[in-house]
């Protein structure tokens, strides 16, 4: 069965790019599912660093259509997350919890919590996606 994945990148150091040791980390979770457990894996890399997303302003209008209508780079991830079978989220050693991945946590978790209070039955459409989280150190020569 072919999986689509999708491999976030939170480092948000501006210099390094795609030579960031969290996209390598990425390169090589793909690489790993290509080469062994899954050959015919779809991997999607998304590096965080590529968007800019707006503040949540607990708005409440993700109610309604269960997306931010006011971010159109989260509404863009949300979709992409959703097509996925797994995610994979790929933090530095710098920030536990950089603010680009915390601008996306707390969206999902308005979206799902206004829904959830209106409608106990209500399962958010990331629910019962299998998640992995590698947090790594180093830096590149270019961030140093």
Do not use: W
Not at 61 to 90: H, K, M, N, W, Y
């Amino acid at each position: 069965m072919d999986m689509k994945i999708t491999c976030i990148s939170a480092s948000n150091v501006e210099n390094a790019r795609q030579h960031s040791a969290s996209t390598r980390t990425c390169e090589l979770v793909r690489d790993l599912l290509l080469q062994t457990d899954l050959p015919g894996a779809q991997v999607d890399i998304l590096r965080l660093l590529d968007y800019e997303f707006t503040p949540c302003r607990m708005c409440g209008t993700c109610f309604v259509g269960g997306e931010c209508t006011r971010d159109p780079a989260f509404a863009e991830i949300f979709t992409r997350l959703q097509a996925s079978d797994a995610i994979f989220i790929v933090c530095p050693h710098y920030a536990p919890i950089p603010a680009k991945l915390t601008m996306i946590l707390e969206k999902m978790e308005e979206i799902c919590y206004l829904n959830a209070c209106a409608n106990p039955d209500y399962r958010f459409p990331l629910h019962g996606k299998p998640v992995g989280i590698i947090a790594h150190g180093g830096q590149t020569d270019v961030a140093l």
